[in-house]
């Protein structure tokens, strides 16, 4: 003690932040843990609602896919519940505003040929780019010049023959002003042209003071609040949780990640809009990406648990991203989600 009295209030300080970090992190970071393996027990029989996306790649609009790969798409969509493709015809440039002629040369062909193949099937123009503060340069969202020039590029893609807008802009800070303004904005001109207006959304804060943390020793931030998903999840008509990347090093953990993700999303938005939790099709191995760990039957039955028996019909999956995909990954998809529509 006497010791401990001697010491400057500098050196006190800093000892006392370290044991806290050593003893008190692990234990929220336990529970947590614990947690997320209770919640991916139980039975898991929900099945697709016909409402599921798939995101698709740059190639199907820039010239690199042909009449062959959209009739070799359409096969490999049947008996899914895809009703969406998402396809990246961005990005928007830092300013809102998008070259399309330059960007995507082949946009109105790929609207046109999806149309034929599968008449069924929506096609949402996937629009994003990087986002300040995280990202410098990067979009400006608080910049009502950068939201309208956004709002234009979004009318220049539906005049392609595009059935939706679906914005993957990131990372979107909680609470962010900026973007809720650009959704207001966008979604009068969706609404006056009867298509839907889509996001692809952070995942939620998995407990309290997390995403605090995490941007105070980062600068970087990663979940929302409740409140901040919900409202934007009433802004839209669709919304998709990107619950992929989320640093769980083991399937069960992960799984259950999902299934708390599902629940906490489930209650914040409104029975009108559709809900889609993302679903990893693809591999890989890296901090916030543990291959073994985050796969697509993990993510299937997480999503199931954390549904359970609710009878919510604006449900659904999104398959991230084509080009990635195994035929593993479709078949795990198509026996665990889609078996009652093949």
């Known amino acids: 003690m006497k010791r ?122 996937w629009l994003g780019d990087v986002l300040q503060p995280e990202k410098n340069p990067g979009m400006d969202l608080d910049d009502a010049a950068v939201r309208s020039r956004v709002n234009t590029s979004s009318e220049q893609v539906l005049d392609q023959g595009f059935d939706g807008i679906h914005f993957d802009v990131e990372p979107v800070r909680s609470g962010s002003k900026g973007f809720l303004a650009l959704l207001d904005q966008v979604h009068v001109m969706t609404a006056a042209r009867g298509v839907p207006l889509s996001v692809a959304a952070a995942q939620l804060n998995p407990a309290p003071g997390m995403n605090g943390l995490l941007v105070g020793v980062t600068g970087m931030s990663k979940w929302w609040t409740k409140e901040y998903f919900g409202a934007v999840a009433s802004r839209v008509e669709q919304i998709a949780v990107m619950s992929y990347d989320t640093w769980t090093p083991l399937e069960s953990l992960y ?45 299937i039955r997480g999503a199931q648990l954390g549904l359970g028996t609710s009878k919510r019909e604006n449900f659904g999956l999104a398959l991230y991203v084509d080009f990635a995909a195994t035929p593993e990954h479709w078949a795990t998809y198509r026996d665990t989600w889609c078996s009652d529509l093949s």
């Open 4 to 125: 401990w009295k001697s010491w400057s209030r500098r050196r006190r300080v800093l000892i006392s932040l370290a044991l806290a970090f050593v003893l008190l992190i692990p234990l929220p970071l336990g529970a947590l843990a614990v947690s997320l393996r209770l919640a991916y027990t139980g039975d898991a029989t929900a099945l697709s609602r016909g409402k599921d996306a798939i995101w698709l790649g740059h190639a199907w609009v820039d010239g690199r896919k042909t009449d062959a790969d959209v009739t070799a798409l359409a096969k490999q969509l049947q008996g899914t519940g895809i009703r969406d493709l998402y396809v990246h015809t961005g990005p928007l440039e830092h300013d809102g505003s998008l070259p399309l002629a330059t960007v995507a040369p082949k946009a109105k062909w790929f609207t046109d040929a999806v149309h034929r193949a599968l008449p069924k099937v929506r096609v949402q123009a």
């Open 255 to 299: 799984g259950g990640y999902v299934a708390q993700q599902t629940e906490m999303a489930l209650e914040v938005t409104p029975a009108h809009v559709d809900l889609l939790m993302g679903l990893p099709f693809y591999w890989e191995d890296n901090f916030s990406h543990r291959g073994s760990a985050e796969t697509v039957q993990a993510a």
